[in-house]
């Protein structure tokens, strides 16, 4: 606690209310899908993960950085990036048509309940896409707190709806429009209040201070290196996934999505973190280096001994903790824990900074960085299956995380930042 102490009371306070709101909601969607995976079975649960993590990645194509760069911009520039986020919502908009047509390709030729329930998962994630994308125009502003409470009501509305459809004998179909209507609601919310604050104002091309509202084509030059990235990242994440079912069967893919549903929602301490010092940092990076460079030290040795302790404690505990959860026949799902509790040293200290690279203008960087862990991670996964079956991904993810965090501590250390231009201030012609 040392360490956090060193933040200044107002950062402190909105880390530990996002982790606060985390916590929560991180808890409802495990205790979900231990009861999916305790009344489904085995295989519907490998089915539902297989399903969710194919939404997930397709509907990444509406999100394109768009959120993240708002949430840069925004602590920046303020509201002179209304502009920019109006024209932001709008491009998301326009993109959520090729993830809707992507979504009818990839799951036809499915069994009909698993094709309606893909189908649903998939307008649940691109709901949810608009659900963070007013989440990180608040976290641009500061105001982690309401961040935080439509995040946390997203994930504890579908819990509690997809418990009753459960209870009502709705199977996987019922648990997927539990998902889309928990992230639709809190998406259709955060955006009316964004709105009623007066963020999407103004008809023409500009606002009433006369800011110009970025064209398209703008935006898209900032936020495609960084959606680039989050899309191969979110792709890395699930790959495993899609390599298991393909070469092993569903149960296999249960066997990993035990220990994977473990470890993400730890995810919880460098998110926590991060909503209150990425914003803080993209600020002191334009107006007071020196503080910039305090908060990336600071943030970085408290994600690795965060990380550190995670290892511990998941390599010391999977024995005994994986058949108390899931029972016995998720076993195999052991050395996958344990191996995936160790990726999590590097993986924490590369979410703080991936992010510093974003806020130094340097996020084509992590397009590179992220696509070269993608082939890294597809590669070996695919020879170590047949020797270590549902534990070959998490091995292959170890590996990644540790290049990843070489190859960004040498860019930080042997590159400055780059000059930004505001997308609310660059002129019209740029």
Excluded at 94 to 121: C, D, K, M, N, Y
Excluded at 210 to 219: E, F, H, K, M, V
Excluded at 265 to 280: N, R
Excluded at 315 to 336: I, K, M, N, R
Aim: glycine content about 8%; aromatic content about 10%; overall charge positive.
């Amino acid at each position: 606690m040392s360490l956090l102490r060193t933040l200044d009371r107002r950062l402190r306070g909105n880390v530990l209310a996002k982790l606060g709101s985390e916590l929560i909601g991180r808890v409802a969607t495990f205790g979900l899908s231990l009861l999916i995976a305790n009344q489904l079975g085995e295989r519907v649960f490998g089915a539902f993960n297989y399903g969710l993590a194919l939404a997930f990645v397709l509907a990444q194509i509406a999100d394109l950085g768009l959120q993240v760069l708002m949430a840069r911009d925004v602590a920046v520039g303020g509201r002179r990036t209304q502009p920019a986020v109006r024209a932001a919502l709008r491009l998301k908009l326009w993109l959520s048509v090729p993830v809707l047509l992507l979504l009818l390709l990839t799951t036809s030729g499915r069994p009909a309940e698993q094709q309606i329930s893909f189908l649903l998962l998939g307008l649940a994630m691109l709901a949810q896409t608009f659900l963070e994308f007013a989440a990180y125009v608040y976290r641009g502003q500061e105001k982690v707190l309401v961040e935080a409470w439509l995040l946390a009501s997203g994930r504890l509305l579908t819990a509690l709806v997809a418990v009753l459809a459960l209870w009502a004998g709705a199977g996987l179909p019922g648990v997927a429009l539990a998902y889309l209507l928990g992230a639709g609601s809190m998406a259709a919310w955060g955006l009316w209040r964004l709105r009623r604050e007066g963020w999407f104002d103004g008809s023409g091309e500009e606002t009433a201070d006369g800011a110009p509202a970025p064209p398209y084509s703008r935006l898209l030059r900032q936020a495609l290196p960084l959606g680039i990235a989050i899309f191969l990242s979110i792709g890395y994440t699930r790959l495993a996934i899609f390599l298991l079912e393909f070469r092993l069967g569903e149960v296999a893919v249960a066997q990993f999505s035990a220990a994977q549903r473990l470890v993400e929602p730890t995810q919880i301490v460098p998110a926590a973190l991060l909503a209150a010092v990425f914003p803080a940092y993209s600020h002191a990076l334009h107006h007071d280096p020196g503080q910039a460079r305090r908060l990336a030290l600071v943030s970085s040795l408290l994600l690795g001994a965060g990380g550190a302790a995670l290892a511990v404690v998941f390599w010391l505990s999977a024995p005994w903790l994986v058949p108390f959860l899931y029972g016995q026949p998720f076993a195999d799902a052991v050395p996958v824990l344990q191996i995936l509790g160790l990726s999590a040293l590097p993986a924490y200290i590369n979410y703080n900074l991936t992010h510093v690279l974003i806020a130094r203008g340097q996020q084509l960087y992590t397009s590179i960085f992220t696509g070269l862990m993608l082939l890294l991670h597809a590669g070996l996964t695919w020879q170590l299956i047949p020797s270590f079956g549902a534990t070959a991904p998490a091995i292959s993810v170890t590996f990644a995380e540790l290049i990843l965090l070489l190859c960004c501590t040498l860019t930080l250390l042997l590159t400055g930042p780059r000059r930004q231009t505001q997308l609310a201030s660059a002129p019209a012609s740029e």
